[in-house]
């Protein structure tokens, strides 16, 4: 029974690896949106999204794609500023690109 559970973690390990391999390439510069008005990420305007802990995070929504990270102070650390209730987004989030967003 080993070998065939040995056997079934190595076609698994060998499938998930070719499928990674097809993504190589796909999007190196992470740091431009490749959408309809592409262009560098720091053009896009952020905004404060304020989740359910009352903690901040960056968004940005230019249309097509969405961009969030959590806002951390210099020691890494969640920034939760109080600027929002929670679930509530504040800011110019929308603005800086051209594509309209239909929601």
Known sequence: MN???LCG???IAASVAACDEG???VKEDK???RGFDSKDLSQLKA???VDPNGCDHWIIDDGVEGYLSQRLDKYGKPVCSGVAPPNTAIGP??????????I
Do not use: C, M, Y
Not at 93 to 102: C, M, R, T, V
């Open 31 to 33: 740091t431009v949106d």
């Open 3 to 5: 070998i065939v559970k």
């Open 93 to 102: 989030f929308k603005s800086g690109s051209d594509f309209e967003d239909p």
């Open 9 to 11: 973690l190595v076609a």
């Open 23 to 25: 993504l190589v390439g």
């Open 47 to 49: 905004g404060i999204w």
